[in-house]
């Protein structure tokens, strides 16, 4: 049983810094796309970034590319989010995620999702 479990979501003032975390279990994920996305009231969840479990490739949705860095930790099976210069335009339920195979931006595609964590952010 695939479990992913989010962390370290908060209240931070613009400009300012948060990590997230999220922890997977219940298999090796060799060949995995842990990806993260967002979502805020009535409106589609949004791809931030995704990493290769593999090779550790990244990949960055435009609007964070700069200020957002995805990192994995293998040996703790833990995938992190760096938010930097955060905006009250991130502010959103965040989650992470996972697919096996290839990189992609849209939701639907990806088979197991954690529970999210809240980032709020004030102006």
């Known amino acids: 049983q695939v479990q992913l479990v989010e962390s370290g979501g908060g209240l931070v003032q613009a400009g300012g810094s948060l990590r997230l975390s999220c922890a997977a279990s219940g298999r090796t994920f060799s060949g995995y796309i842990m990806a993260w996305f967002r979502q805020t009231p009535g409106k589609e969840r949004e791809f931030v970034g995704a990493?290769?479990?593999?090779?550790?490739?990244?990949y960055y949705a435009d609007s964070v590319k700069g200020r957002f860095t995805i990192s994995r930790d293998i040996a703790k099976n833990t995938v992190y989010l760096q938010m930097n210069s955060l905006k009250p335009e991130d502010t959103a339920v965040y989650l992470c995620?996972?697919?096996?195979?290839?990189?992609?931006?849209?939701?639907?595609?990806?088979?197991?999702w954690g529970q999210g964590t809240q980032v709020t952010v004030s102006s």
């Open positions: 990493i290769s479990w593999s090779g550790g490739r990244t």
């Open positions: 995620a996972i697919r096996r195979g290839s990189i992609t931006y849209y939701y639907t595609d990806y088979d197991y």
